[in-house]
């Protein structure tokens, strides 16, 4: 989808409820009317914004299927000079360091954490083969019951590892995305045509995906649930090119084909609303996010340090006491020396409070947030603002991450187990926490899950039954991953 840069303007005129309340009524457990009926409302609105945004469809449903390579062809040109510019000296595109990479995957997470569920509502149509394309898009997006697949699953993790898990404090922008998808999840029966056309639209190949992936692995940030979306969602076989067979067979015959149509482009376009990967990444402001770190901890610290040490000649404590004043205490932290900027974190004497043997700050701060200062501190003051570094010498310094993967994968045949501790960073991390989940593991919730099945005395029920716990709020747990498994048996 286009890749401009929107302001965002919330419209809530025609829904009670805020975009991040409504986004957490349709992801929850059980969905009410009022809920629904808000969604109804809420997509309406959003469908009018669509409309005034340019059409990038051809005019001919015919078209489609050249507009689309010629589209997968020009995003793969583009990817091909990126690749050359970087390998002439080039800085990185997207992310200015580490915590910059690192508050992307933390802003886009509403809308990750509920990847394909505008397809969910189609699953009641499970014995029409005119939508088992688009089914089984829904199946692939959720791994297909296997939890290493799932991308849910996968991006929680991700998140997890990289202390990155405060996205629920987002602004509204960053909700609007996933609130369209679960819009749609919900009422897909009325919209099928924009389920149909947001499906179209989401699983095309952009550029930015693919150059996060490759900036990702250079920072030493796992890229697999990137890469996999570049994998799966390709024009030849994958979801783009499902994505246009459904289309085409979901045309009506009878009927208003021409009103079908546009309301396919409108679909296609409610990509296009809320914060994209563009805006996030543009939107990044260092200080800015140092600044808010602390002044989110001083609501805990203001009254929980003695005082013996004193800045500037006042306790920490009555610097901490008014939010407002945290950008003059870094500022007095480093004019007392306590943070010298433009140099290693660990030269500085605040960090060593942070990390270290015997840090008496130890835990105060999370793995993003501790990336912030690191990044913060060794950025000197005269930098220029938003200026990228130079991609080489950070290549130089730290290994991507599939380099620290052969590094791991060496120590481990060389049987060096103390080197394969301290050198299996995000990865080994990442696969640990799930290679032995184990889905075949039934503890007792999945045991009483079957007994619920085996219960039921009609194939229809037994499919809803399955279907309610492939829902976005349930599909990434032990039960739902299961049902999934099942319900892609039963469909085969």
């Known amino acids: 989808m286009s890749n401009l840069v929107r302001t965002f303007k919330p419209q809530a005129k025609n829904f009670d409820e805020s975009i991040k309340q409504l986004y957490f009524s349709l992801a929850a457990d059980e969905v009410g009317d009022a809920a629904r009926d808000q969604a109804k409302e809420y997509l309406q609105d959003q469908l009018s914004q669509a409309r005034t945004l340019r059409n990038e469809l051809p005019e001919r449903l015919s078209d489609l299927a050249p507009w689309m390579h010629e589209r997968a062809a020009a995003v793969g040109e583009e990817y ?96 609007i995305q996933g609130a369209i998808q679960l819009c749609l999840a919900h009422e897909a029966d009325q919209f099928l045509p924009e389920v149909i056309g947001y499906n179209l639209g989401y699983e095309q190949l952009p550029l930015h995906l693919l150059i996060t992936a490759y900036e990702l692995n250079e920072l030493g940030i796992d890229p ?39 309301r396919v482009a409108d679909g296609y376009r409610l990509n296009d609303l809320g914060a994209n990967t563009m805006s996030v990444i543009r939107s990044f402001d260092l200080e800015k996010e140092v600044i808010d770190v602390f002044r989110e901890k001083s609501m805990v610290g203001k009254n929980m340090h003695s005082d013996y040490c004193r800045v500037a000649g006042r306790t920490v404590n009555d610097w901490l006491s008014d939010a407002e004043q945290i950008p003059a205490f870094l500022k007095a932290l480093e004019d007392a020396g306590w943070i010298v900027r433009g ?59 599939r380099m620290q993967q052969r590094q791991v994968a060496a120590a481990k045949r060389s049987g060096d187990s103390k080197r394969v501790q301290y050198i ?23 045991r009483l899950f079957e007994q619920k099945l085996s219960s039921l005395n009609s194939e229809d029920a037994v499919m809803r039954t399955l279907i309610n716990m492939m829902s976005p709020a349930h599909h990434h747990t032990k039960v739902g991953l299961m049902a999934t498994r099942m319900f892609s048996k039963l469909i085969a």
Not at 101 to 109: D, G, N, P, R
Not at 236 to 256: E, F, I, N
Not at 426 to 439: C, D, N
């Open 343 to 401: 140099e290693p974190a660990e030269h500085s004497r605040f960090w060593r409070l942070i990390q270290g043997e015997h840090a008496e700050m130890f835990g105060v701060f999370n793995e993003y947030e501790q990336q912030l200062l690191r990044d913060w501190i060794a950025l000197p003051v005269s930098s220029e603002r938003g200026r990228l570094p130079d991609a080489g010498a950070t290549a130089s310094r730290a290994p991507s991450f």
């Open 424 to 446: 299996g960073t995000a990865r080994s991390i990442f696969r640990k926490t799930h290679e032995h989940e184990g889905v075949d593991d039934f503890t007792s919730e999945l």
């Open 80 to 175: 091909r000079q990126y690749l050359s510019a970087r390998k002439g000296g080039a800085p990185r595109r997207f992310f200015t360091n580490r915590s910059h990479a690192l508050h992307f995957l933390q802003a886009v997470a509403p809308t990750k954490l509920v990847d394909g569920a505008w397809l969910y509502g189609l699953l009641p149509r499970w014995k029409d083969l005119d939508y088992l394309p688009l089914i089984r898009t829904y199946l692939e997006e959720l791994g297909d019951g296997i939890a290493e697949k799932n991308h849910v699953v996968l991006y929680k993790k991700l998140l997890t590892t990289h202390g990155c898990d405060q996205w629920r404090d987002l602004d509204e922008e960053h909700f």
């Open 224 to 262: 697999y649930y990137f890469t996999l979306h570049i994998t799966i969602d390709n024009a030849a076989t994958g979801h783009a090119h499902k994505a246009l067979a459904s289309l085409q067979q979901l045309q009506p015959l009878v009927g208003d084909a021409e009103l079908f149509y546009r």
